[in-house]
Nanobody, 121 residues
Framework: QVQLVESGGGLVQAGGSLRLSCAAS????????MGWFRQAPGKEREIVAA????????YYADSVKGRFTISRDNAKNTVYLQMNNLKPEDTAVYYC??????????????WGQGTQVTVSS
């Protein structure tokens, strides 16, 4: 069983930055490609960014390209999401999960509690 704990969310003004962290335990973290997802009120959960176990392959949703950066530290079993130039439409609960080979579909059935990101205009 994998445990995922997200942190780093908060309230920020448009144009501001946040850095999210996801600490994973319970399985060999470095074996998995990892991704960040988000879910806004009334909307389905969507992929935001993902990277390979080595970090050399990345995926970004069009809506965040050039603003968000995913990275990971396998020694710390942690994946990060640096979010710059935040927009009100980035407001959502952010989650991490392993991803399948398409880099857009979650792998694990279980999810963490997520971390709330609220961007004010």
């Amino acid at each position: 069983q994998v445990q995922l704990v997200e942190s780093g969310g908060g309230l920020v003004q448009a144009g501001g930055s946040l850095r999210l962290s996801c600490a994973a335990s319970g399985r060999t973290f470095s074996m998995y490609s990892m991704g960040w997802f988000r879910q806004a009120p009334g909307k389905e959960r969507e992929i935001v960014a993902a990277n390979s176990w080595s970090g050399d392959r990345t995926y970004y949703a069009d809506s965040v390209k050039g603003r968000f950066t995913i990275s990971r530290d396998n020694a710390k079993n942690t994946v990060y999401l640096q979010m710059n130039n935040l927009k009100p439409e980035d407001t959502a609960v952010y989650y991490c999960n392993a991803v399948r080979s398409d880099y857009t579909t979650s792998l694990f059935d279980s999810w963490g509690q997520g971390t709330q990101v609220t961007v004010s205009s």
